[in-house]
Nanobody, 128 residues
Framework: QVQLVESGGGVVEAGGSLRLSCAAS????????MGWFRQAPGEERKFVAA????????NYADPVKGRFTISRDNALNTVYLQMNSLKLEDTAVYYC?????????????????????WGQGTPVTVSS
């Protein structure tokens, strides 16, 4: 059974930092692009960041560029999202996602539909 398990969410003051982790099990995603998405209450799920299979390419949504950093450790089958200078508008449930079938792609997709596996999400609340 494939599982993506996020951790590291919580409540943080504006300007603070959090580091999210996503541990994969049941399948190895070392040749797949992985990404982070978020969904705020009443809104659709939106792209945050993605990283190709070997970390060679990354892609970020404009609202998080320069503040968030995605990385991965293939030895641990884990992807991370370092979030700095957090803003109130970053409040959302953050989801980890993995592609499947796009072997060693050099494109870090931002499309929800191109990700096959999803975690259950970890909530992030930024307070003033």
């Amino acid at each position: 059974q494939v599982q993506l398990v996020e951790s590291g969410g919580g409540v943080v003051e504006a300007g603070g930092s959090l580091r999210l982790s996503c541990a994969a099990s049941g399948r190895t995603f070392t040749t797949q692009t992985m990404g982070w998405f978020r969904q705020a209450p009443g809104e659709e799920r939106k792209f945050v960041a993605a990283i190709t299979w070997n970390g060679g390419n990354t892609n970020y949504a404009d609202p998080v560029k320069g503040r968030f950093t995605i990385s991965r450790d293939n030895a641990l089958n884990t992807v991370y999202l370092q979030m700095n200078s957090l803003k109130l508008e970053d409040t959302a449930v953050y989801y980890c996602a993995a592609q499947w079938g796009y072997e060693r792609s050099w494109f870090a997709s931002a499309e929800v539909s191109e990700y096959m596996y999803w975690g259950q999400g970890t909530p992030v609340t930024v307070s003033s």
